[in-house]
């Protein structure tokens, strides 16, 4: 669902959310997943050309500039996050976790307008790390040799960034088709399954799991198919399996807070003013959270410029209107003053976006705990076990569990 593209006109393609494509650094598991990529069908990087706008767009860095801010500011700003020696592993919420990582002022007149902006919602009534979801783990502070200097210290190095994404980096290569968006690299994983005889249904969803003594026996599907079942991987949301394995609740749930995804696609009719891959939008005064420029990220040059921009919006609240979103990319300087759109078109994802409150991951937690101690021949992985976020994540999780049940399948037999 996130790693599909569709055609809006000859041969432009978009991406409904997840773009470029990284390398998990498990060798075997990028072999299957990377391994017959090559530079005639895909733009491969070394390094990812991420920005951010915030004040001003950052056409070197993803991370946010407290040099934007005023002198005063920032002064203050990175006197508090210097005078941090120690920080502590364990929070009860984010704003206590970035107090103590980053200090009151940049925690109060950074963070908070901003993941607010993004999650509706304050720092206090999110969990821990939530930041981490936007990039936000980094900033930058000083000047780009004193930040170098500072890095070589371990508490500076996990709060302050290189000024620029060509240092730093690791070896992991990432990639962009250069035609036809992601989708071509799930259409292709398809083939590769169904060459190997693995039957890949799509379009369909499970209404029913029946089970005895512990064991899942038999899923069954919308149009009716029966599936026997030796092992059930689950990687949706939990409260459906619970809902097609009819599984009393001991206590009531609270519904979770979502945002909608609300996507905005355009074709422009001047060439970007920035080469970044995509950027995040952090300023507080405007309604986008991301942009992709796909011809950057493509490598091709064909008539017209298409972008994505991605606002999370409340919902229940009117969506922008697209002429607002893309006047945005106007201030933000990613196109030109006088560009116009000559194609556009909205896609609103609805319960896209839970919000990491308290109460969702207490729920969450109940939910995975309850289904996980029913049934002994399942595992909860990706958003159901609420343990990987990231894609590279998920399939390094995914990977790691199905060898592990290759390893016992092997032993017994």
Not at 71 to 91: P, R
Not at 314 to 339: H, Q, R, T, Y
Request: glycine share 4%.
């Amino acid at each position: 669902g996130l790693l599909k593209s569709f055609q809006a006109r000859d041969d432009v393609f978009f991406d409904c959310w997840t773009h470029l494509l990284a390398q998990t650094g498990f060798d075997e598991l990028d072999q299957i997943l990377f391994g017959d990529i090559t530079q005639d069908k895909y733009n491969i990087f070394e390094y990812v050309k991420a920005g951010n706008f915030y004040r001003q767009l950052n056409d070197h860095s993803p991370f946010i500039d407290l040099n934007s801010l005023n002198k005063e500011d920032h002064q203050q700003g990175v006197k508090e996050i210097l005078n941090i020696t120690e920080i502590k592993e364990e929070f009860q919420n984010l704003e206590e976790q970035l107090l103590a990582t980053f200090g009151k002022y940049i925690t109060e007149n950074v963070f908070a307008p901003v993941m607010r902006k993004l999650l509706k919602t304050e720092l206090a009534d999110l969990v821990p790390n939530a930041h981490l979801y936007f990039g936000l783990k980094r900033v930058l502070a000083l000047t780009p040799e004193e930040s170098r200097e500072l890095k070589n210290i371990p508490i500076h190095d996990e709060r302050l960034g290189f000024h620029s994404f060509k240092e730093g980096v690791s070896s992991i290569k990432s990639f962009y088709p250069h035609e036809r968006g992601v989708g071509a690299w799930i259409e292709r994983l398809k083939m590769e399954l169904e060459k190997a005889n693995v039957e890949v249904l799509l379009n369909n969803s499970v209404t029913e799991i029946k089970s005895e003594s512990g064991e899942i026996q038999q899923v069954i599907l919308e149009d009716s198919r029966q599936l026997e079942c030796d092992f059930l991987i689950w990687t949706i949301p939990s409260f459906m399996l619970i809902k097609a394995a009819k599984i009393n609740l001991e206590r009531k749930l609270s519904p979770p807070k979502k945002l909608v995804s609300c996507l905005y696609h355009f074709i422009v009719d001047k060439p970007y003013k920035t080469d970044l891959h995509f950027a995040h939008c952090y300023d507080e005064r405007l309604k986008a959270f991301r942009m992709t420029f796909y011809r950057n990220a493509n490598g091709q040059v064909e008539k017209g410029y298409p972008l994505t921009v991605e606002v999370l919006a409340e919902e229940g609240v009117d969506p922008e209107k697209e002429e607002d979103v893309f006047n945005e990319l106007k201030e933000m300087k990613v196109i030109e003053a006088d560009s116009k759109y000559t194609f556009s078109k909205s896609d609103f994802i609805k319960g896209g976006f839970p919000i990491p409150t308290h109460q969702f991951k207490k729920d969450s937690m109940y939910q995975n705990e309850l289904v996980s101690n029913q049934f002994d021949n399942l595992r909860l992985l990706g958003k159901a076990s609420g343990k990987s976020f990231f894609m590279s994540d998920v399939l390094r999780e995914t990977f790691d569990c199905i060898s592990k049940l290759s390893e016992v399948s092997e032993i017994h037999g």
